[in-house]
């Protein structure tokens, strides 16, 4: 498999790498993939008043191309709202990453973990304005 | 090594003293640890070939001149050897271009040539996939098989063989050293099952030759299997077994000249000959003492890396070549495994080349989950592997792993205490 030069620098030097304190009602969690398919996803992404995402930390199991989806997109949440993350296709992350037709799949699941976070997110708002 | 000979890739090799290079770092070819795939070629054996490309490059089926006899007293020189390091008799040695082939000889052509006694065959499902092709053609042919799994640690359970066991079963094949986790069959005890049920017993040795001992004066084996580059020899050569007393037939799949008394016909490959006789002449000699060296490095190999968690050996350690260590990682992705150990040249129980992940058949006959089956690397250690090579693999290792399983969203459930098989994923 011969990967595109930008998914080894992000599979060598991942970007913001880690966990954000889940219980934190800013905080959104996003995990999907399932290890029998081979890739899981885990994507969590701090949001301030304003619905700004101030920070995005990942973690991920699967091959060089999940990792780096996932890497990328930590870099691009950051100062978007979320109804911009929301809007974040997968066709661009595997523009951005030159990823081969086999491994696609690794941008739909970043698309959905960032769908996965936001909708967390907004789970917790809601749940703070009905409280 | 005293070899001296002037060899572009075999120079780059090995230094003056003819000892392994110092190829750690960066930007060096990666070590070699996959000496189950393939062998170089000894630089003794590589200088005994040579000749027999240029100067003596007769026809050894010549026999109205003195190019001709050369060539064919280097040929019976190395059938002989051929058949001193596995306690065969030379007439009973036929020259193959490989293990594939002899394992297709043997198999198509005794379960053709005694077809009338029967049409059942049993094998085993962690098989090469040479014997397990070949089994499957016979069954497109109107033969029946069996596939027996073996018991979680690789081995087959004897009475399970048994069971198997049909009054219309032919043939029964079943490898020595397993390709993969490097386990070795109870060839006797099965040999002596199929003698007591009239059945032909074909064994694949591929990776046997020189890490096991193997008598076929003593062992129940009609049929056996070698090949050259599995143990120094050049690739292209090999050799199949056919038993004498008592007489095992076998019906040709290549016709032409009759040559290996009509058994496989075609032009002998002296030169590549001559490198399988000198490569098993090696293997006889010096066998026992590389053994016990290999040993200790595999040994240093293992609890190296037993030292990190949740690592698994795969198949059983003590009926097992000292070559092997067949191991896998809990926690960390196939694929990115495979992309952090650039630094060893390994083979993984991953197979990422196409759309479709297909983890190691062989592990999953053991019942190992897909997770680990593709999270499994299997290095294999040879007469050049340095006790330095290991030390830098320990390291490599523990880093990578390290590493994936700091991103590895599973090793923390892990660590927090989850059950990850309590977990509802979202399959996708």
Redesign the interface.
């Known amino acids: 498999m011969a990967y595109s030069d930008k998914v080894l620098d992000h599979y060598e030097n991942p970007r913001n790498v880690g966990t954000l304190d889940k219980n934190d009602p800013n905080v959104g969690t996003g995990m999907v993939g399932a290890p029998a398919c081979g890739d899981v996803m885990k994507l969590m992404i701090k949001v301030n008043d304003a619905g700004i995402i101030e920070d995005a930390k990942f973690k991920t199991y699967g091959c060089g191309s999940a990792i780096a989806s996932s890497s990328l997109v930590t870099e691009w949440l950051k100062g978007k709202t979320i109804d911009e993350a929301y809007a974040i296709k997968n066709s661009a992350i595997a523009e951005e990453l030159a990823l081969p037709p086999v491994k696609i799949h690794c941008s739909v699941l970043a698309e959905d973990a960032i769908k996965a976070a936001v909708a967390d997110i907004k789970a917790k708002q809601l749940a703070k304005e009905t409280a | 090594m005293s070899a001296s000979i002037e060899m572009p890739v075999l120079k780059d090799m090995f230094d003056e003293n003819g000892l392994a290079k110092d190829t750690h770092g960066a930007d060096a070819q990666p070590i070699y640890l996959d000496y189950s795939a393939t062998t170089p070629v000894d630089p003794r054996v590589a200088a005994k070939m040579i000749p027999y490309i240029t100067e003596h490059f007769g026809n050894p089926a010549s026999r109205s001149h003195p190019y001709g006899w050369t060539a064919e007293k280097a040929v019976e020189n190395a059938r002989e050897e051929v058949a001193k390091l596995v306690g065969a008799d030379p007439r009973e040695i036929v020259w193959t271009s490989g293990a594939t082939e002899s394992n297709n000889l043997a198999i198509k052509g005794a379960a053709n040539f005694y077809s009338e006694k029967g049409k059942h065959i049993i094998t085993i499902t962690t098989e090469h996939k040479a014997v397990i092709d070949a089994v499957r053609e016979l069954e497109r042919q109107g033969f029946t098989a069996t596939y027996l799994d073996p018991e979680p640690n690789g081995l087959i359970d004897l009475e399970k063989f048994k069971a198997a066991i049909r009054p219309d079963t032919v043939l029964a094949s079943v490898m020595f050293v397993n390709n993969e986790i490097g386990v070795i069959q109870d060839i006797t005890a099965i040999g002596n099952i199929c003698r007591e049920n009239n059945i032909i017993f074909h064994v694949d040795a591929a990776q046997a030759t020189g890490k096991v001992e193997i008598d076929l004066e003593k062992l129940p084996v009609d049929l056996m299997s070698f090949c050259a580059h599995k143990t120094y020899g050049p690739k292209g050569i090999g050799a199949l077994y056919v038993r004498r007393k008592p007489r095992i037939r076998i019906e040709a799949q290549m016709h032409g000249g009759g040559h290996e008394r009509g058994m496989r016909s075609g032009t002998l490959a002296t030169h590549q000959i001559v490198g399988m006789g000198e490569a098993f002449k090696l293997a006889r000699e010096e066998m026992v003492v590389e053994n016990a060296r290999i040993l200790k490095l595999r040994n240093k190999l293992l609890h190296g890396l037993e030292t990190m968690e949740e690592v698994y050996v795969n198949g059983d350690l003590e009926h097992r070549v000292p070559h092997n260590l067949n191991i896998s990682f809990n926690?960390?992705?196939?694929?990115?495994l495979i992309?952090a150990v650039k630094g060893i040249a390994v083979s993984s129980g991953s197979a990422?080349?196409?759309?479709s992940?297909e983890p190691s058949y062989v592990l999953r006959a053991l019942g190992r989950?897909?997770?680990l089956a593709?999270s499994s690397i299997r290095f294999s250690i040879g007469r050049f592997t340095t006790e330095e090579d290991i030390d830098y693999t320990i390291n490599l290792m523990k880093s990578k792993i390290d590493k994936l399983r700091?991103?590895?969203?599973?090793?923390?459930m892990f660590k927090d205490g989850i059950d990850?098989s309590k977990v509802q994923?979202?399959?996708?």
Not at chain 2, 406 to 412: K, R
């Open positions: 926690y960390v992705e196939g694929e990115s992309m990422c080349t196409s759309a992940l989950s897909d997770e593709h700091e991103l590895s969203p599973l090793w923390e990850l994923w979202a399959a996708h």
